[in-house]
């Protein structure tokens, strides 16, 4: 079995060891970069680390005035302000109604349904 910059062995055993010793660096890689995202420290737990159990909590509350305007409005706003969606009180069903940019480039509109 051939590794990228390790010697080939003949000996299957030894193969998989090295194999082994390779996923071992990738998984401590890939926790690393977690812990950084997250900004969580994982317990040690012998042989196994596990995230300590957390329930998500809301951080931050925003309000702000939703006032009725045109859906070509909204876009406008949403693109203005750069975010992915934008709340607004649709003029035309006198609703709240959510716009939101889609991966393909185009927009997608969240109407209630009653």
Known sequence: MLLRGEE???DMY???DLVVEKIERQISRYKGKLNRRAG???ADNGAADKFE???PKVI???RFAI???PMDEAIMQM???GHDFFVFSNAESEQVNVIYKRKDGNYGLI???F
């Open 8 to 10: 080939a062995t003949g």
């Open 40 to 42: 969580k420290v994982l």
């Open 60 to 62: 931050k509350t925003k």
């Open 14 to 16: 030894s193969s998989i």
């Open 111 to 113: 109407e209630p349904e």
């Open 67 to 69: 006032k009725p305007m």
């Open 53 to 55: 159990d957390e329930t």
């Open 79 to 81: 693109n203005m302000l």
